[in-house]
């Protein structure tokens, strides 16, 4: 959720560290700030609000020193304040520390350290952490001084319990960096002279795309010449190396006023990216090459379970629809912070899917590894390569849409939303799907880049009505079958990026209830499909336009609307109903990326958010 940014070389620390809080951003922004070394004790800045405002309204360009950190925070324990926010300082001043995640028995600790005469500045738990490790420092002097720093940290965290990524420097130690996480990610990146250690590698690729990706459990150890790695019971581990293959032109704006706007015009691309090298030869299924379970396994598997949040969540929704139509196998969707808790019965021969763009959402790891613990097989589906999902799970499909920066999820959601479409593809070419179906999908899928080019060519037109919609404070989405969870899609984004209340639901639901909201003062977006559902969708329209309710319409083609039935209407190309979905989902991204822009909200950034819920 927070981001931290660490670095140790020859060069200036704060300017690589600010650039990298700046790409860091996203992850959390309510407050930010920076400690340097600097001759035995710490240059530090810190300021609640945006990491540009701790650029300009502080001396931390100006800090000379080549060892540093910096953090954005996005608050769990304690307002945002500047007091509140990190680099935290232990009460003797010889740690400075960042942390990301929450440390859950803190209360206990602080009253122990306070009976020993440690003070707190602030009501975070990280201080606390700080705090501790400056004890065990105080408290066994006698280790030998080379290790003295890494030990205390080690005896402290072993102390703790909840989830964390951390950064700590001691001001004795002038160039040397001790990280270390349980829960929360963090990446070292290992440069031409220089290391930098950060929780997303879009703070790295600036400077190295090698990396080695750290472990729940251990802890990393940085000096100018080298660096080790060593768990918490102070086992040596060997460090695996990994490249990124993202450079760093996918992590910039490209002309695009927003990352949102970037990624949902990137979306052509990154579908056929997502696509790319996973059709059989015989063009008549999708092939899979990390799943990690053989095709007979998989053709026994009796249920499906998918696991996700948020978005994720309705993309899983979609391909249940796909999977149950076209593979008639059936599958369940659980919010992954409601299955581990639910305890509901299980199949023997389930398979579980988590979805999930960053790899890193707590609910969904928590929800894989209690799948696992019950000895299912768990397979996921990632954007972040080198997650935790990803290196936790038994195999599954990368997205490689590249980089998301945008906290609104779009073009990793359209993503998951094909992976769904080819794995019932997958699964039904298994059993009832015929070679000519298969055909007739498959193409359909390699033709979809080229109908959401389509869509996106109207985005002018969705901007005009935008801008006249961008009044309202109610919203309802409506759509029927594989268009229900776009209509929840289509609500979370209004939501989420301009604060306008949106509500989704099944078409013919509304009437059960949400029907009460409708006035001229609440607009209803229809998503409206040709063939059987039509005329149904049109029945809901009428008993909207009955009740002065104004309708925009999302309608393929050959939909002939009733004359003055819809106010607006975006018309999007008839398609195959695997990818129907997608091409529905791209005219209520435009229409809410328009409405935020026409109210100047910070489309990128939106209140309260972060793209990476690394805590419960
Ligand atoms: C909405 C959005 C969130 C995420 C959710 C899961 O636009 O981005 O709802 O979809 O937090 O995140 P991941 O996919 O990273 O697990």
Redesign the pocket.
Known sequence: MCGIVGYIGTQKASSIILEGLKRLEYRGYDSAGIAVQKNGRFDIAKKAGRVEGLIKGTAAQKFSGTTGMGHTRWATHGGVTDANAHPHLSSDGKFALIHNGIIENYESIKRFLLSKGYTFASETDTEVLCNLIAYHYQKEPAVEDASRFLESVRKALRHIEGAYGIAVMCADYPAEIVAARKGSPLILGVGDGEYMLASDVSAIISRTQNVVYLKDGEILHITVRNFSITTLDAADVSPVFDRVSWSIADADLNGHAHFMEKEIFEQPAALENTMRGRFSEDGSTANFGGLNISAVDFRHVDRFHFL???????ACLVAEQLIERFARVPVEVDYASEFRYRNSPLERSALFFT???????ID?LAALREAKRKGYKVLAVN??VGST?ARESDGGIYQHVGPEIG????K??TS?LLIGAMLALYIGRMRDLSFSDGVEYVQALKGVPDLVRQVLAQAPHIKEIARRYAKFQDFLFLGRLSLFPVALEGA??LK?ISYIHAEGYPAAEMKHGPIALISEQCPSVFFVPSGEMFSKVVSSMQEIKARKGRIIAVATEDCALPAGLADEIIRIPECHEAVLPIVATVPVQLLSYYIAVELQRDVDKPRN?A???TVE
Not at 355 to 361: K, P, R, W
Not at 407 to 410: D, G, L, N, R
Request: glycine share 6%; proline share 0%; aromatic share 10%.
């Open positions: 996700a949040c948020g978005s994720a969540w309705h979805f999930s763009q960053s790899g890193e959402t969904t954007n972040v999902i906290v609104a999820s779009t990793a959601f998951q979370l984004k989420e958010l793209k990476s819920v």
